[in-house]
C-alpha cells in the first residue's frame, strides 16, 4: 500500500500538519486510480499542503498522483514545492497541463520556476505563456540570479501622479487585467518614475475629489533592480513593507515586489544559515536522495577531520605529559566540548546578527568585550565546577587547579572567537554562517588542548 510510504506525523492540536487521517483516503483514492475521488479530496486542500502530500510520498508515488489528478493541478502547487521535488512533478505533468499550469502563474513565480532549468525545458513553458507574460519572463531572466530583477513581478497598478480618487476607481473597475492580489496604487510622474503610492483601503476610504497625491504612504521607498535579494528582504522586514516599485537606472519603474515574495526570501536566508552553520549544504532537504546528500555533506566532514587532526598534532606534543598522568587523557575531551559549544552559542548569536544587521562596525567592539565577559564569568563559574571534580575524582587538588585555569582561558578564546571569526570572515566578503563553524571549532580545541596540556606540564609534570 502506498498508505506505508508516507512519513508519520503526529500532530498536536492546532499544527498546519497533514497527519495520515487526512493523507489514507488520499492514498486509497490513488490505489484505487478513482481520479473523481481524488480531486474531491484535495479541492478542499491549499496549494501548500497539496504540496506538502507531495514531498512526503516516495518518487513512484508522487509521479502516480500527479499523473492521476491530471488537468486539475495547479500552477500554485509548483510555487509551494521544495526545488528538487518541483523538478520531479514538472517531468511527471502532462505538457497541456503544465501549459495550464504556468499560464495561470503571476510573472514572478515562473521566473522562479524555470530560473534553474535547461534552455528547452525554459523554451517549452516560455513558448506557453502569453506574447505580454513571455516578454516580461524573458526580461527578469536577463537579470543577475538574486536580484530584485528576478523577484519582481510585472503585474501592478499604476496611475499617473496629478489623478484623484474618483479616476482610480473608475480606472480599475474598467480593467479585466488587473492582478489578482495587490496592495497599493503606484503613482508615477510623466517619465515613468514612482513617485508614491497609495493603499488601497485609503482610496476606498477617501472622498472622490481627493488627489492621490494627498493620501500616500509613509512607507514609500523604491527597491533598485540590481539589489541583492537579501537586502530587499531585509528592508521589508526593516520598514514593514507591504510592496515596492523597483526601479531600473534611471529610477523608472519596472516591477513592484510583494510581501510574499519578500518573506519567502527572507525565510530561506535564515534556513541558508542554519544549514550552513551545520555544514550540511545550503539547499539540504529531508527528500534529497542518499548521493545527493552524502555529496553536500562531505566536503564539510573532510573539513572538520582537517580540523581534528590539526587538534590532535597539538595532543601529540604532550604525549609524555599524558602518560605521566593518566588523568589529564580523561579530563581532557571535557576542556575542548565546552570551548566548542561555548564558542557555537556566541558563534550562532554572531552570525544571526550579521544577517540582520544588528552587528556592525558601529558596534562591534561592544559586542567583543560583551562575549568575552560572558566567556569570563561562566569561565569562573565551571572552573569552580571542574576544580572539585578534579580534585574528588582524582584527589589530586593541583589537578582541580589546572583544569580550572584552561576552562576559564577556553571559554575566554570561545566569546572572542565566536564574535571575531564571523566579523573578520564577512570583512573578507566569505559568508561567515559557511566558514566560522570550522575556525571557531578549530581555535577552541586546540586552545583547550593546549592551555590544558601546558599548564598541567608545567605544574604538574
Known sequence: MAEDQIVDSAPEEGDYELDRDMIRPVLAALDDGDAERLTELLEPLHAADIADLLEQVDDDTRVDLVRLYGREFDGEILTELDEGIREEVIAALHPEVLSDAVR??????????????????????????????????????????????????????????????GEAIDYMRAQDGLPDQFYHVILIDPRLRPTGYVTLGRIMSSPRSVKLAQITEDSFRTIPVLQDEGDVAYAFNQYHLISAPVVDADDRLVGVITIDDAMAILDEEHEEDILRLAGVGEESAISDRVIETTRRRVPWLAVNLVTAILASLVIAQFENVIAGMVALAVLMPIVASMGGNAGTQTLTVAVRALATKDLT???????????????????????????????????????????????VVNLVVAGLAGVAVPVLLDKLGIDPALASGAFVTTVTDVVGFFAFLGLAAAVLI
Open 104 to 165: 495561470e502563474l503571476d510573472t514572478d513565480d515562473v521566473v522562479d520556476l524555470i530560473e534553474d532549468m535547461e534552455e528547452d525545458q525554459q523554451a517549452a513553458i516560455l513558448d506557453v505563456l502569453e506574447d505580454v507574460d513571455r516578454v516580461a519572463v524573458e526580461q527578469s531572466l536577463t537579470y543577475p540570479e538574486e536580484t530584485a530583477g528576478r523577484l519582481m513581478q510585472r503585474e501592478m497598478v499604476v496611475a499617473p501622479e496629478h489623478w484623484n480618487v
Open 361 to 407: 562596525s558601529a558596534n562591534v567592539w561592544r559586542v567583543v568585550r560583551r562575549e568575552v565577559m560572558v566567556g569570563l564569568v561562566n569561565g569562573l563559574v565551571f572552573a569552580v565546577v571542574m576544580g572539585l571534580v578534579g580534585w574528588v575524582w582524582f584527589s589530586a587538588p593541583m589537578l582541580g587547579v589546572v583544569i580550572a585555569l584552561a576552562m
